[in-house]
């Protein structure tokens, strides 16, 4: 068979790793435990960056672009080179140095991260949505001390400046004349710094925090060789459709691959899915300062943006503005959902919409560096329920019991996935660690089933999560917040079926006798502790306790039923 026939999926991936040097694989040991990798992919994410010049066209082309503000592949680098430079003369920052990162998507978020990379520092992602008390739960739970923060991020910081001897590096409208800023930073390093450090692969890179079933969000703690296991991953995946599907005489021409980032870059769905993806693709960035549909097309129209990727309701909205106004966006080649399921039917409807763009669906987790399950086209217009399958070469899965047994395929069972993708620890956590981490498999927490093609289908969650628009939400940190009410006895949070967002917080609550409680006083009451995404916006109260399970404990899904009608 030649490389320009059609090849089923196993063809292509065998054709893909055998033929091309860059996806050739071998076998590593990282404590103990054995992984596939690529053989030929760099040590660490500044390395990968220096190695990609000559994919961007050595300078001769943009990379990245928000409103009016331009970058060339090595201006970016450039400017990364020098926050880098200021970072460790001015402030001492060395290898494993953790800095952090809350704002919104700007620019300097981007050129920020690889600054701290480039040191060998650990980047730590701060949630742009937290309050100064979750953001003091982080800060005491990662210890940086030195963070980057735009206006708003900085004056709910600024509370806590004194209790966690915080520099904080003010980035646009966070900027002030008598304390460090970006720009002052930038302007003090010279025009040809060069940083650099000797980074192992398996050194911690990033920090990101993850909802969780115990309430407050745990810090997943990457490795560069995690992330660029994910990237190596996800650009492999581009070489698989042309052997596959071999492009007839009426196909559109192919297009320098443009993505356009609706998503918040403190996430890993816009962090590693796209922004540093971007590097080895390669591809230019355009990033939005606000998701609006409306503007979205125009950014595709203007960009010729090739690569859409956003949470079910952003792609949902990104079509009815196309009906509307009747764009055709003849650039976009892909459609593309993460962060929460997209609803089945929805699939359909973005195939004729986009008659020219694949419709595609992914599943991973903060734990993964994203990293997991995917698909696209006639596989998941066919399969709309379904997550897809697992990227090749270098990931295992396995569907297991509550005993850790493997279940053969078409049974129900917990997800397991086994890759160099996978995170170091959670920090600070070891017995939580333990209990997802054994043997370099992760437990997910998700119930699924694998078929005889190897598609997976997610079907339920072990853990108390709500996805709503993308974002994970805590049951029990939402649950949290509300028992400190003086008049709530007991909470119970679950998810609400929401035809845009997914998901929506709802909550059943126990009221102290005579007491009452509005959704604008509870919602006033929550402001206070909780990110606005996370307040319930569906609420039940009563006088009497909860639905109790057989061992005395709330049951979440009987009270779900009781409130809906409807099983969870």
Same mark, same amino acid.
């Given at each position: 068979m030649t490389a320009t026939a059609s090849m089923s999926f196993e063809q292509a991936v065998h054709h893909v790793t055998t033929t091309n040097p860059m996806f050739h694989t071998t076998r590593v040991t990282v404590n103990g435990v054995s992984y596939k990798a690529f053989r030929n992919c760099p040590p660490s994410i500044p390395d990968l960056m220096r190695d990609c010049r000559e994919r961007h066209g050595n300078d001769a082309a943009a990379y990245l672009a928000y409103q009016d503000e331009c970058w060339t592949y090595d201006e970016f680098r450039r400017d990364v080179n020098r926050i880098a430079w200021s970072l460790r003369e001015q402030l001492g920052v060395t290898k494993g140095t953790r800095v952090a990162i809350a704002m919104r998507n700007y620019p300097e978020f981007m050129i920020s991260f690889l600054a701290i990379s480039s040191l060998g520092a650990v980047v730590v992602n701060l949630n742009a949505w937290w309050t100064s008390q979750e953001l003091d739960y982080a800060l005491s739970d990662c210890e940086a001390r030195v963070i980057f923060a735009d206006g708003p991020r900085a004056a709910r910081l600024e509370p806590l400046r004194k209790r966690h001897d915080l520099t904080i590096i003010g980035v646009r409208d966070g900027e002030q004349a008598d304390a460090p800023c970006y720009s002052s930073m930038l302007r003090a390093a010279p025009d040809d710094a060069a940083v650099t450090a000797a980074i192992h692969p398996d050194d911690d890179f990033q920090i990101m925090y993850s909802s969780g079933s115990t309430g407050h969000p745990k810090g997943v703690v990457q490795t560069h060789r995690g992330a660029v296991t994910a990237i190596y991953t996800w650009v492999m995946q581009m070489s698989l459709k042309p052997l596959m599907f071999p492009a007839g005489p009426d196909?559109?021409?192919?297009?320098?691959?443009?993505?356009?980032?609706?998503?918040?870059?403190?996430?890993?769905?816009?962090?590693?899915?796209?922004?540093? $993806?971007?590097?080895?693709?390669?591809?230019?960035?355009?990033?939005? $300062?606000?998701?609006?549909? $409306?503007?979205?097309?125009?950014?595709?129209?203007?960009?010729?943006?090739?690569?859409?990727l956003g949470v079910p309701t952003q792609s949902a909205e990104l079509m009815e503005a196309v009906r509307e106004t009747g764009a055709a966006l003849p650039s976009l080649r892909y459609v593309g959902a993460g962060g929460a399921k997209r609803p089945a039917p929805q699939v359909a409807q973005l195939a004729r919409a986009f008659p020219q763009a694949d419709i595609g669906t992914g599943w991973g987790m903060t734990e993964t560096n994203a990293l997991g399950i995917g698909m696209f086209g006639d596989d998941y217009v066919k399969r709309p329920d379904a997550a897809g399958r697992l990227y090749p070469p270098v990931q295992e899965i396995r569907i297991v019991n509550d005993a850790g047994a493997e279940l053969p395929p078409g049974s129900l069972g917990e997800i397991t996935v086994r890759s160099l993708a996978n995170m170091r620890c959670y920090l600070n956590q070891p017995a939580e660690t333990a209990r997802v981490l054994k043997d370099g498999w992760l437990s997910t927490g998700d119930i699924g089933v694998i078929d005889d093609e190897g598609f997976v289908t997610i079907l339920d969650r072990k853990k108390h999560i709500i996805i709503r628009g993308g974002e994970n939400i805590s049951c029990l940190e939402v649950e949290g917040a509300l028992h400190g009410h003086p008049d709530v006895i007991e909470a119970c949070a679950f998810p609400v079926p929401d035809e845009r967002l997914g998901e929506i917080v709802g909550i059943a609550i126990q009221l102290r006798p005579g007491a009452g409680m509005s959704l604008d006083a509870m919602s006033d009451y929550l402001g206070q502790h909780l990110a606005r995404f996370k307040i319930p916006q569906k609420l039940w109260c009563q006088y009497e306790p909860l639905a109790r399970g057989a061992t005395d404990k709330t049951d979440r899904r009987a009270v779900r039923l009781v409130c809906l009608g409807a099983p969870a």
């Open positions: 196909a559109p021409p192919a297009l320098p691959v443009s993505v356009l980032i609706v998503t918040p870059l403190f996430h890993t769905t816009a962090c590693h899915t796209m922004f540093l $993806y971007s590097l080895l693709a390669p591809a230019t960035v355009t990033l939005m $300062y606000k998701w609006d549909p $409306y503007e979205a097309i125009r950014l595709i129209e203007a960009r010729n943006v090739t690569r859409f």
